[in-house]
């Protein structure tokens, strides 16, 4: 479904996620583009291993077994915890823990969240058991009230882990995520790069998504559910980080991801060049709604008789062209034109060039080409 037809339809200021994340994710081109697979001629190094309860939650307290940022409604309840911790002294097999190894060596939960937390927070006496059937015995103890051969038979349990090691190629790992996540909604691309690319790049997109003048600049026009608004900040990074005309190849989530490995990368980015990409941005947000205000990246939504009924929605791809624009012109610049840029603005999203480049097939070379130039020309247009 194109984003534009979903816009004819809604209010002024009504976020429809589920379009929203659609658009983000079809963006990205073809998800399937590692098939047709042939598994007799390369192999998918998914290796089996098993740890005891005990050595697993020492890795956790050690911080080399992660559990990633899911932003999620979906927890256990009291009841779901206490039984999967009673199928485990009754000896119950229990299904398989999916875990990704990491080129740095920590290793990433992708299947296994809730079970893992359960287990941490039961043998740190976090919750006492509750409506268990087979051993009602057990109700209303903590760990700590077990028998020495009740806790044992919790800590000296085996677990069976598939462990995705490095090698595995970064599609493949995407569709790992979506087979077998069994907590609910699969993740979106920007949910599995904040596993993959945990480090500096995560630590900072959430730092930028949580400021005030970020949320101004966009008028609360993205959510944060699912890390929609740190994908929109991924993106215009990515465009500044790199020279869009010689780097990008057309695969907007290897440009993505390609960034995220930069900024994690302590001899390619320093610390001082995380500091001007935060402090450009800030400019940017601040600079772009004191122009344009709750208008800011938006395509005004406008009826059959020509009137303008609504603002519109966020568009991504307005957001990394436009912002782009106020980052690469100077403040005396844009305050001695800021008159002419406002009514420039009118006319770029008058501009049927820019509107198909930022409205369909927006992943594509040519289209962000488009984009970045006609913005730069025309909002640059003083003469």
Known sequence: ME????????KEDVIVEDSQSKKLED????????????PTKTDIDIREDKQ??????????RKQLIIPEYQRNAV????????????????????????????????LIIDGLQRTTTLHDFINNKFALSDLEALPSLNNLYFQDLTSAYQAKIEDKNLMLYVIKPSVPIEVVY????????????????????????????????????????R????????????????????????KIFDYEKD?????????????KKIND??????????????????????SYEFFENRNFRYPIIDKDGKTTSRGFINTSMFESISYFFSINTDSFLRTHKERIIQNYDELLKNQDYFNAVRFSTGSKAKVIDRFKLAKEILGKVD
């Open 248 to 260: 990008y190849k057309g695969d907007l989530s290897a440009f993505l991801e390609e960034a995220m």
């Open 27 to 38: 963006e990205h081109g073809d998800r399937g583009k590692i098939y047709p697979y042939d």
């Open 216 to 239: 101004r600049a966009i008028d609360n026009g993205v959510s944060s559910t699912r890390m929609k608004d740190r994908e929109v900040i991924l993106r215009y990074l990515t465009f």
């Open 76 to 107: 256990w309840k009291p009841k779901q915890k206490s039984r999967f911790i009673e199928s485990i002294i009754l000896n119950f097999p229990l299904p398989p823990f999916y875990i990704n190894q990491r080129t740095d060596g920590y290793y």
């Open 175 to 214: 569709e790992l995520f979506d087979r077998i996540n069994t907590g609910g909604t699969p993740l979106n691309r920007q949910e599995v790069r904040n596993c993959i690319f945990l480090g500096r790049a995560t630590e900072l997109l959430k730092e930028l998504s949580e400021q005030d003048y970020f």
């Open 266 to 287: 302590q001899k390619k980015m320093g610390e001082e060049e995380i500091e001007i990409l935060k402090q450009d941005f800030k400019r940017v947000m601040k600079f």
């Open 3 to 10: 984003f534009s037809n979903i816009l004819e339809d809604t």
């Open 52 to 61: 005891s309860i005990y050595q697993f939650m020492r890795q956790l307290d």
